[in-house]
């Protein structure tokens, strides 16, 4: 049961999630993932930009301090300067421009580009202040101001901030190389100082505030299993303990009643216990399989389950030990989505194929984990093409689920039939004469691997014992 901690926290985050989910759904419909751009962060309460990581206005922002620009150009149009000093001149202010916005905008995303932008617009800086002047040496300003967004972004703080005293140390060189006078290299100074460091500190602002952001969704995502978790465990022990009982009671009523004499009165009251009695059970059933959806199947716990319900139906089993062991390697959504493929599949197999042999396999490919559950069996042979409700056909519930909770990870389904030997052989016996085409399923997903690695595995295996179902 949740304690009264994190029932205060589900309350709260009550709206978030509801939020978060939409933006789920969004991100699946469009394929894409937000997070993956270092501009947007995304939290639990949908897609929230957080200020001054996204913002079109950044554009605006990064380039308008560029203005002061006009300055040094317009000193290249004097009378005595010809037309390649002027063009040389502009040349080098629009490199430093085309450089420096797109710089601090999207210098997170490619940090090695974004360092070699840095050391050209130091040497565009150190090109303009040796040819033209002491005029251009409030280059510097924007030089630190560069240099405080993309070093905080790839170093450590002090290795930012000294980087930044190397580019004042460099704007001091080139004061004394255009004899600049002291009060105007003081009065520079501060700037090209103070900017860089604001700049750092922006850099250190943005990475907390992503931190912050990425900790509210996690703060949500625990609060909302936990939820989940305790839903389950309230339906199982409200309901559970009652249908048992009223199926339990019609049993016993419908065996008092058969030792009377027979009449047909009893026989419709027989009738109607044994309703009773079969809707109850349904009902249960229905019950757990819709609690069960609450939590989230793992492949080493659907492999033991599809083991021991294939070995029952006397099914050869052939699966692939990768099964358990990567299992919790990898994203949990993509392994829950396959763990309901292979339960589906193997139901499938057992209700439907009369097969003999039944193969597992887990393989990894170009970035994609792919489940196959071949068999031996009759294929779709002996499917009825125009009865939706048939597992064979393709739009049959069960695989249109499978297809559904696919889609939403940006997997897909394969089906058509077992390739020779998918199902270890024709093998002999009755039936053995029989053309056997098999039944060949493949579910493809990302494989994108998680932080927590094996911990994964551990703590949906905690979740399980954690709730009675």
């Known amino acids: 049961m949740a304690t009264k901690s994190t029932e205060a926290v589900s309350s709260k985050t009550g709206d978030t999630r509801s939020q ?4 789920s759904t969004s991100k699946s419909a469009n394929g894409k993932d937000r997070d993956g751009d270092p501009r947007a962060i995304t939290t639990a309460s949908g897609d929230r930009l957080v200020p001054g990581t996204g913002s079109p206005w950044r554009w605006f922002f990064s380039g308008i301090w560029l203005v002061y ?4 150009v317009s000193d290249l149009f004097q009378p005595h300067n010809g037309v390649a000093w002027i063009a040389g001149g502009l040349t080098i202010t629009v490199a430093f421009c085309v450089i420096y916005v797109p710089l601090l905008m999207f210098h997170e995303g490619r940090p090695r580009l974004a360092l070699a932008g840095l050391l050209a617009l130091a040497g565009l800086g150190g090109l303009a202040c040796a040819v033209y002047g002491k005029n251009w040496t409030p280059l510097w300003i924007y030089v630190s101001a560069a240099g405080g967004m993309v070093l905080g972004a790839i170093f450590s703080q002090r290795r930012a901030m000294l980087g930044i005293g190397v580019i004042a140390l460099c704007y001091l060189l080139f004061c004394q190389i255009t004899h600049l006078g002291a009060t105007g290299t003081v009065v520079v100074l501060l700037p090209v100082v103070l900017i ?3 700049m750092a500190g922006f850099r250190m602002q943005i990475t907390l505030m992503r931190e912050l952001a990425q900790a509210r969704g996690t703060v949500a995502k625990l609060a909302a299993n936990e939820e989940r978790l305790r839903l389950a465990r309230d339906m199982h022990d409200l309901t559970g303990q009652s249908l048992s009982m009223i199926t339990l009671k019609s049993e016993l009523a419908a065996k008092r009643l058969a030792r009377l004499s027979p009449s047909p009165e009893r026989d419709a009251v027989l009738t109607e216990l044994g309703d009773i009695g079969r809707v109850s059970r349904q009902t249960l059933h229905d019950i757990r399989e ?3 959806g609450y939590r989230r199947p793992t492949l080493a716990i659907e492999v033991i389950t599809a083991r021991n319900a294939l070995e029952a139906a006397g099914i050869d089993v052939d699966d692939d030990p990768e099964l358990t062991l990567r299992s919790g390697t990898f994203d949990p959504d993509a392994e829950a989505v396959l763990a309901w493929c292979l339960r589906e599949a193997v139901t499938n197999v057992v209700r439907h194929s009369r097969a003999r042999r039944c193969r597992i396999r887990l393989t990894e490919h170009r970035g994609e984990l792919s489940l196959e559950v071949a068999d031996d069996g009759h294929g ?9 409700n048939d597992p064979g056909h ?3 519930s069960g695989l249109r689920g499978v297809s559904e909770r696919l889609s939403a990870i ?4 394969s089906l058509g039939p077992a390739a020779p030997g998918a199902g270890a052989g024709a093998g002999t016996g009755p039936g053995a004469g029989t053309a056997r085409h098999g039944f060949r399923l493949v579910a493809t997903v990302p494989a994108a691997p998680t932080a927590a690695g094996s911990a994964a595995a551990t703590d949906m295996a905690e979740t399980s014992r954690n709730c009675p179902l």
């Open 380 to 388: 779709l042979a002996d499917r009825n093409p125009n009865d939706p």
């Open 290 to 292: 819709a609690v069960s």
């Open 394 to 396: 393709p739009t049959g």
């Open 196 to 198: 860089g460091l604001a």
């Open 69 to 72: 620009l006009i300055q040094p």
């Open 20 to 23: 978060s989910d939409n933006s």
């Open 410 to 413: 940006d997997g897909r389904l």
